[in-house]
């Protein structure tokens, strides 16, 4: 079955430290890897995606991920949060040029001044 | 200015109503999608319309119906409408050839007494 597992609800990180949201799928044949960010009362914003190539993927405002095969796992990564990126951060899986989205549950980013 | 507009904001019905959620892009895509987020499950896609033709439909319930009256309308009825029904409708769309680059709008969110 086609799934995404985000282990975190919540996270909390100081504002300046570093961030890790993990994220793991299961995927048959070679999926679209996803991180959107929905701030409250608005919609879903692509952060990036990765479909092939070097496997760490540089997304907007400063936010990274890595692709690792062998791990099933795209973890969402920035160097030093700022207190704007306090929102919910999905982690989401499609087949090629479908149009369909599986999302993970999602995970809570909180930041402390 | 937003470019898929979600109307309305906010809905509340009583159960066994009829509600419909108005979704319109103003990006010029030929694909157009509804998701739904509720509390009990994660983000879970509804269906998608390629050039105004139901192209899948993971809905189960029948009561759930998209109307498309123009290539950038894709309105979503829903029938006899029950409290597990509360959730956020999110719209989205893309261009066919690039169905992985969604963009949403912010949502109906819809309360069902």
């Known amino acids: 079955a086609q799934s995404v597992t985000q282990p975190d609800a919540r996270v909390t990180v100081s504002e300046g430290a570093s961030l890790q949201l993990r994220c793991k799928y299961s995927y048959s044949g070679t999926p679209y890897l996803f991180w959107y960010v929905q701030y409250p009362r608005q919609g879903l914003q692509l952060l990036l995606k990765y479909y092939s190539g070097d496997p760490v993927v540089q997304g907007v405002n400063g936010f990274e991920a890595e692709f690792i095969k062998s791990n099933s796992s795209f973890h969402l990564r920035k160097a030093s949060v700022h207190w704007s990126d306090s929102a919910v951060y999905f982690c989401a899986v499609m087949g090629y040029n479908q149009g369909k989205l599986i999302f993970g549950q999602g995970t809570k980013l909180s930041i402390k001044p | 200015d937003p470019k898929i507009i979600q109307k309305p904001k906010y809905l509340v019905a009583v159960t066994g109503s009829e509600k419909i959620l108005i979704c319109e892009q103003y990006l010029g895509h030929n694909a157009m999608y509804w998701y739904r987020q509720s509390a009990k499950k994660p983000l879970e896609f509804m269906f998608s319309y390629s050039y105004q033709k139901l192209m899948d439909n993971q809905t189960a319930s029948s009561r759930f119906q998209p109307q498309s009256s123009k290539k950038n309308h894709l309105d979503l009825q829903i029938t006899a409408l029950k409290p597990d029904d509360s959730a956020t409708y999110f719209c989205?769309?893309?261009?066919?050839?690039?169905?992985?680059?969604?963009?949403f709008g912010s949502g109906t969110r819809l309360t069902v007494l």
């Open positions: 989205a769309s893309s261009q066919p050839t690039s169905a992985e680059t969604l963009y």
